[in-house]
């Protein structure tokens, strides 16, 4: 689970910056101070135990899907520009890390992954609608929040006693 807040946060701070720096806002002491009060509350729950097949098991199903992701990314700022689109690259990266959540979602299991995923290809293809000067903006802040919330939802389980 602390590594699950750990990344999540980290990205959602690097998202929070793309959406900030979208208004022409060089803001990245916020989603910094947002993600520092995230992970520190969630430092303070109990993290649930895992057996170390399971640790094993999950440790390779997201080096996987990371690694796909890795080059989806890759594919995305290769390609965006070559064909045209380089403003369209930060929102299809947001589909591209909402789909790479989807298999973590059933293989961890993780359910909250399942509304992660959905919500980052949902603010990711929005944002395609948008006029390109928007997109950044309008992909960064959604994505954000959207982890921060999946890192309380990820707390408020384990806060439960749900393996997570």
């Known amino acids: ?5 750990w990344v999540l946060n980290i990205f959602a701070t690097i998202w ?6 979208g208004f022409g806002w060089p ?14 509350w969630a430092s303070r729950i109990p993290a649930p135990e895992r057996t170390a097949a399971d640790a094993k098991r999950i440790g390779r199903l997201i080096g996987m899907w990371t690694m ?36 973590l979602a059933r293989g961890i299991p993780m359910p909250v992954y399942y509304a992660t995923g959905s919500a980052m290809i949902a603010a990711g293809a929005i ?17 954000a929040i ?6 309380v939802a990820i707390g408020q389980r384990s806060q439960r006693g ?3």
Request: with cysteine; charged share 5%; aromatic share 4%.
């Open 27 to 40: 803001a990245k002491a916020v989603p910094t101070v947002i993600s520092v009060m995230v992970i520190t």
């Open 146 to 151: 959207i982890l921060w919330v999946s890192c």
């Open 1 to 5: 689970m602390r590594g699950a807040i």
């Open 68 to 103: 796909v992701e890795g080059i989806a990314i890759f594919a995305t700022f290769a390609l965006a520009p070559v064909l045209g689109i380089p403003d369209a690259a930060v929102p299809i990266l947001a589909i591209v890390v909402g789909l790479h959540f989807l298999p």
């Open 127 to 143: 944002a395609l609608l948008l006029p390109a000067a928007d997109r950044h903006a309008a992909t960064g802040i959604p994505c």
């Open 162 to 164: 749900i393996l997570v």
């Open 16 to 21: 929070g910056v793309i959406g900030l720096a």
